[in-house]
Nanobody, 127 residues
């Protein structure tokens, strides 16, 4: 199993940017796709973005397209989520996740399971 640690959250104003990081350890980072998820108070967790093993394929939920960018550095065992033009509705706890069964395509992701999750990082966007 892989251990994941997120960082980079914070309190910002609408229109600002944040870059989230997720550092992985415990197994070969480059052997699985990576995903970012978020959960706002009172709402279900949703998949925000994912990236394939080779960086060649990414996916974004419609609400963040054009504002968020996911990328990974396999040499540093890290996946990033660059968030620009933040909106109050982006306020949530953001989690990274991965699993050997996790597949990322341009239209979405699939997974038999998602066993590895980070502890989450809080993003709060004020209006």
């Amino acid at each position: 199993q892989v251990q994941l640690v997120e960082s980079g959250g914070g309190l910002v104003h609408a229109g600002d940017s944040l870059r989230l990081s997720c550092v992985a350890s415990g197994r070969t980072f480059s052997s699985a796709a990576m995903g970012w998820f978020r959960q706002a108070p009172g709402k279900q967790r949703e998949g925000v973005s994912c990236i394939s093993i080779s960086n060649s394929t990414t996916y974004y939920v419609d609400s963040v397209k054009g504002r968020f960018t996911i990328f990974r550095d396999n040499g540093q065992n890290t996946v990033y989520l660059q968030m620009d033009s933040l909106k109050p509705e982006d306020t949530a706890i953001y989690y990274c996740a991965t699993d050997i069964t996790f597949l990322c395509g341009s239209k979405g992701y699939t997974a038999t399971r998602l066993d590895s999750w980070g502890q989450g990082t809080q993003v709060t966007v004020s209006s």
